[in-house]
């Protein structure tokens, strides 16, 4: 077979060249060229040309693409009621974090409700998966594994089961043998994708791919594949813990809001009703630097505890390592509390964790974290039965944040008695008392955590 002849076309400008360079000879931008086939832009791929005439839009039949559950109850949750029928779905996430694993449970759920799953898979033998499946207990007459990787094949593959589901476990081991360029480039998870969306809307059945993250956690080459697909859904966590976060990144049938929490177990992945117990189930209290903090991830609330453990430095510039915590947050708040709140930690090492794996991004832990530097600092602990929650300005001020009562309510649910709270925050809801303060020094003032307090018994670092 004559080999299709190929291009490498600059994603900034369109140009395209024979050959790959690191420039682009046109528009002079680096590192853009990626190889696809040679034709009209667009990358020589069939374009699709719709019969359907235009209709008036109430005419539409919205129940066509109304979602099915595929049985895992938190992968429902976070689609807003399962699959759509001829929807693309990306699972990102570093690896070893799960993915194969919950694709692997959903493909099972999916075939004992009487349809038809393909499970494509360009990274483990079919006698690894099954031997997995056998461990899940997801052995399935109407499970099919096939280990294609090259884009005819996989077609073919779809073409002889017919399945109602596919997943095709990675996106990143397809190949497209028309292209040179190695599998996993740019230009092949373009090529490639391109052609699955295709064949999922021609025939109306659900696919799903898996991704691989990059170190810095976006989508490794593909950002073109965010576009292309339908849905994104990220599963995160801590793979020396168990928990697992599955978060929608785009939507095109619901909410980006929900958060799925799962616990990786000897037997696969289980869904996680109460995760703040999960997360709150070691902690030991009177810990000077430990403070927990009510976050909302997505609808949900979950309490999460923060520590701060500070140590004499001689290094000329002291470390601070933050886990679970955006490091650039921590040094704004040690900025703040060295200007507002006259703590020095200039002088000191600055450890902080978010307890449990699960990582906190979100503003409304500023108060708490800001608490636990101090306290770690003056060695007296936050009382056990106080949660903080707010966000810290670079005056020192503090700040509502979204779902105040939500957040208290959780607290109280979990026997917290009292919330640390900016002035402007809304009543607290029943069984939590609210402690309002207006900047970040008098929260440490009321809590009586101060470095100026005298030592406490168990002893600080000043
Ligand atoms: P996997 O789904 O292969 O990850 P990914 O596809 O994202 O690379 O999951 C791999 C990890 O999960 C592996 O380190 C072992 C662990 N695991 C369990 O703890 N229990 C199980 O039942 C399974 C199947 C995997
Ligand atoms: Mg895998």
New binding site residues.
Partial sequence: MARVRTVFRCSECGATEPKWTGRCGSCEAWGTLSEEVDGPAGGGLEVTVSTTPPVPIAEVDPTEFSPRLTGVGELDRVLGGGLVPGSVTLLG?E???????VLLQAASEVASSGRKVLYLSGEESPQQIRL?AE??GALRPRLWLAAETAIPQVIAAIDHVQPDLVVVDSIQTTVDPDLSSAPGSVGQVRACSHRLVQEAKRRGCPIVL?GHVTKDGSLAGPRVLEHVVDTVLA?EGDRHHALRLLRVVKHRFGSTQELGLFE?????LRGVPDPSGLFLADRRVGIPGSVVVPTIEGHRPLLVELQVLVAGSNLPSPRRSATGIDTGRLSLLLAVLEQRVGVRTSAVDVYALAVGGVKVVEPGVDLALGLAVVSSLSGWPVPGDVVACGEVGLGGELRQVAHTPRRLSEAARLGFRKAVVPVSAPDAPDGIEVIRVATLAEAVERLGIGVDRPPAPIGGLR
């Fill in positions: 996430g690896p070893g974090i799960g993915k194969s694993t997995r461990r899940l898996v599963f990786m177990t000897e037997s696969g």
